[in-house]
Every structure is written in C-alpha cells, then in structure tokens.
C-alpha cells in the first residue's frame, strides 16, 4: 500500500472525533527555514518546466517534483494529502497537492493564476491553521510562484458573530437551514470558502436532487431562458456567499429575483467568521 493509500485509510477507517482531520504532518515554519525549503522547491520547478514543457497536465509536474524532491534525500514529501471535513454523517475530503517538510504548495498548470486560485489556497490553510502557503503555476512562460501569508496560526476561527437582523423565517424549513449555516460555522470555524458551507447545507436539506431547480427567467412575460436556483421551502430560494462588501452583490440578487419566479431568497454571507443572514423579498 502506497504512503497515499494507507493516509486516505487510515482518516477514513479510524472513528473521526473532530470536524477536521488530516495527518499531522503540516507545520508553521521560520521565514529562515521556509526560505531553505523554498529555494530547493523553485529550483526544482524550474527543472520541472525546462524539461517537460508548460502544457503537461497538473498531476504530471506534481509527480516529477516529488520525484525530483525524494531523489535528494532531505525531505519529507507527499502528494495528494487527503483533509476531510465534516459534521455529522457530512463528508467533505480535500486532495492537497505537495508537502514539503510540512510547508504547503498548490500546483497549477494555467495560463495565469487568479484570485481564485488563491482562494483555494487560503481555505486549505485554513484548515490546516497555516501561516503560509506558496501557489506554483507551470503554464505560464516562466513557472510562477505566488507565496501568500495567512493569520490562522494566531487567531481562533471558531470566535464567529451571527447577525439575524434582517432576516424573516419564512418557514421551518427556513429556520433549520439557518440554524444548520450557524453550526456549521461555529464546528469548522470562518474564513473558509462559501462552496463548503453551500454543499453541506444542500446535503443536509436532501441533496441537489431536493433543492437545485432550473427555474425561468421572464422580462415582461418573455421568457429569454433559464436560471440555476436552490430551493429551501416552496417558492423560497437560498445563496451562500463569502463576501467581503456584500451591497453590490444583495442589489444584483434583488434585480434577478424580479425576474425568476421565488418569491423570496433566504441569503448567508459568512465573511471571515462573521456570519450575516438576510431575507430578501418581492
């Protein structure tokens, strides 16, 4: 049994206590030690990139720099290192790209690196409760390596507020969504990506087989298509964003409710650990 297979068992066959587990091989590291670290892993990058070109698949350039990384004899490297999420009999597992001595990278092999990529990033860190990770993108003409630092070894995740101000339970159904958006939160923690929060609480109401609808869109009764909602209770849709300035985006969701027909949307906004919860209506 591969080191990889015999991670993903062992998370998977042993009773899981904690909403988040992984292997405890991920480390918070000096910027002396990491500037150690890195200086080997970009120049294995580079090797990488020189060698195969910039067009392989992902997983490809993963392979060879564990490989390059384990022929060197001095470090301590994984690949596909499973992070499992969950909260009941919710089920999330995470596949993390390469550790080197404790120290996270995210492979890409991309024309450009974007803000989502970063995202991802910042969501594994803070998971893990990392102080840093380093983004590699072997598409570009050069391989780009993007560090980010992050807060999650000196803040506690789970000090989350909950504000219910402008919201209206429209239904139990309504109610238990909300209170499951809450537990969630308060078990994993903030500052993690909206589509987690989303798809435990798509699990928890059914699946997408209960909630995703694909619902008209009429302007002055002329139906020009069709959008993508989640359905919580009748005619009562929900979103889950991770907005930082949420007005823009509360203007657009009001302007495309005039058009389905839902009467209401029932919208979670967790930012950082800090939760919002609005109804908006007709």
Request: net charge negative; hydrophobic share 45%.
């Given at each position: ?8 068992r062992?998370l ?12 405890r ?8 030690e990491?500037?150690?670290?890195d ?18 698949e992902?997983r ?11 022929a060197?004899g001095?470090f301590?490297i ?6 499992i999420v ?5 089920r999330k597992?995470?596949?993390l ?7 996270l ?30 983004l590699?993108?072997?598409?570009s003409?050069?391989?780009e ?10 803040l506690?995740?789970?000090e989350?507020?909950?504000?219910r101000g ?5 239904s139990?159904?309504?109610e238990?969504?909300?209170?499951q ?12 990506e909206a ?5 435990s609480l ?7 087989e ?7 869109v009429?302007r ?6 069709h ?5 919580i ?22 302007r495309?409710?005039?058009l389905?027909?839902?009467r ?9 650990a800090?939760?919002?919860?609005v109804?908006?209506r007709?």
């Amino acid at each position: 049994m591969s080191p990889k297979e015999l991670l993903v068992r062992t998370l998977l066959e042993e009773e899981i206590s904690m909403p988040i587990e992984y292997p405890r091989i991920f480390r918070n590291v000096s910027d002396a030690e990491f500037a150690d670290i890195d200086r080997v892993v970009m120049g294995c990058a580079f090797a990488s990139q020189n060698e195969l070109g910039r067009v392989c698949e992902e997983r490809v350039y993963e392979n060879d720099m564990a490989a390059r990384l384990r022929a060197m004899g001095k470090f301590d490297i994984h690949t596909q290192v499973p992070v499992i999420v969950s909260h009941g009999t919710f089920r999330k597992m995470y596949k993390l790209d390469l550790i080197v001595n404790g120290v996270l990278y995210e492979l890409k092999a991309l024309a450009m690196l974007t803000s989502v990529h970063e995202a991802q990033g910042f969501n594994y860190s803070a998971l893990l409760e990392l102080d840093r990770f380093k983004l590699l993108n072997f598409g570009s003409a050069i391989v780009e390596g993007r560090l980010k630092r992050c807060p999650f070894a000196r803040l506690d995740r789970r000090e989350v507020t909950i504000s219910r101000g402008r919201w209206k339970p429209m239904s139990a159904k309504c109610e238990s969504l909300i209170q499951q958006a809450e537990e969630f939160l308060r078990d994993w923690g903030g500052f993690l990506e909206a589509a987690l929060y989303m798809e435990s609480l798509l699990f928890w109401n059914g699946g997408e087989e209960a909630c995703a609808r694909r619902v008209p869109v009429y302007r002055d009764n002329i139906q020009l298509g069709h959008h993508n909602v989640n359905i919580i209770a009748d005619d009562i849709a929900f979103e889950v964003t991770a907005l930082e300035n949420p007005e823009a985006y509360e203007a657009q969701l009001c302007r495309l409710m005039q058009l389905l027909p839902i009467r209401a949307w029932q919208w979670i906004n967790i930012y950082h650990a800090n939760m919002t919860v609005v109804t908006l209506r007709k």
